[in-house]
DNA sequence: GGTAACTTGTGAACTAATTCACAAGCACCC
DNA sequence: GGGTGCTTGTGAATTAGTTCACAAGTTACC
């Protein structure tokens, strides 16, 4: 299998929604262009990047709103339970294991972790705060899929040490920082400030 | 000015944590090489990056740390104090409006804001949760540069609408939803469900 | 059955981004 | 002052990603 650009990836998953809200709407078919017009690309550009999946469409008619996403949801491996651990119960981490769009596309928030001993043995949500220390043995035992960081970042660097060490082969870091990690592990960095940023220079910048 | 690519602004904001950092424990040059090995990048792909702005190293030496910290700052924009307002009191909100990386890198929060009656008038941090339907007056008044929107994906177009049109030309969208505004707004979404995607596609599609 | 109106899937062409590779500049030392 | 060892800045080459353009397939209708 060729090797799929992330961009392709984050477009496929922007139709899926699309699809999603269009599939609720009772419309059964779709063409690649109305479909570029809400993801803001082009009609060829969504063709292009089904193309690399296989073919799902009809010639003449589109592509069947329902089972694309069937085969969106495939191609993304949204069929299996996904199991989540949050490291970090600060104002972020406790957000995110109560962000309802987690549960309601497969991923399951199964634990969340910190290091304070204040914080340990809390409740958020239906969860209690576990000790950060029992967080190798665990993802060894209930076998989480992806570690999901919101620390502090002098810290975040250690902990994608430990959890990758016990198996965990997916991040997704909120700390503002950049890990390093085994080649065969996949991390997707939300970096706020980077973002901050990214509109700081498009504003200093517009006039030119 | 030649256009700059958003891959670019994302490293050369990378590049300055490191440099933060760097020149926090008192070295004084770097070699691009040096850069590069922090960012995961090539030493190449550094010095390209800052070839669009200037030149700013010595041959034969490298970079001094200091004046690279001083131009990258004034390359994002960092020279001015931002003004940040949240809309959505909910708990990414709240979180955000508390997130310290705000201040410290020159993002001042002004105010946050719901439409929720029970949330008006609430305390977060040093603030008072605004009624959102006061929001236009108050950015003509106040002169946000950036509005953070951590809402339901229901109301995020109509929201951005509608500070759109009271002159805000930046915005930090947490709402899993694509925003359309005019040409001259630039928008970052932070989409939580495509990153947690992109890393279910990662973890399906490894063994190839 | 034929034709008109669509729309997909995909090589080819193009554009953007990254990496290469090397001349030119600087510091240090003899 | 000239040689040595580094490191930048940047055109050229390469690689990656996007858009074009069109053959081929589908439906609707006469």
């Known amino acids: 299998m060729k090797r799929i650009a992330e961009s392709t990836v984050r477009r496929l998953s922007l139709y899926l929604s699309f699809l999603e809200e269009i599939e609720g709407r009772g419309q059964t078919t779709i063409s690649s262009d109305e479909l570029a017009g809400l993801g803001g690309t082009t ?11 296989g073919s799902f469409g009809k010639r003449g008619l589109g592509y069947s709103v329902p089972e694309l996403c069937v085969s969106i949801r495939e191609i ?17 981490g406790t957000a995110l294991a ?12 199964e634990a969340i972790y910190d290091s304070d001993p204040a914080k340990v043995g809390k409740a958020v949500d239906s969860l209690t705060v576990r000790d950060v220390a ?39 870091n909120f700390a ?17 400030a980077q973002e901050l940023e990214g509109l700081s220079f498009a504003l200093t910048n517009r006039i030119e």
Chains 1, 2 share one sequence.
């Open 76 to 92: 993304l491996g949204l069929g299996h339970k996904w199991r989540v651990c949050i490291v970090g119960a600060g104002k972020i």
């Open 98 to 109: 109560q962000y309802e769009a987690f549960s309601t596309r497969g991923f399951h928030v």
């Open 43 to 53: 009609s060829a550009q969504v063709r292009k990047d089904l193309s690399f999946f």
């Open 176 to 192: 503002p920082i950049q890990l390093s990690v085994p080649a065969d592990v996949t991390v997707r960095t939300v970096n706020m």
């Open 134 to 172: 029992r967080i190798e043995q665990d993802a060894a035992k209930e076998g989480y899929d992806i570690a999901v960081l919101a620390i502090p970042p002098e810290f975040a660097q250690g902990v994608a040490d430990r959890i990758t060490r016990a198996g965990i082969k997916a991040i997704l």
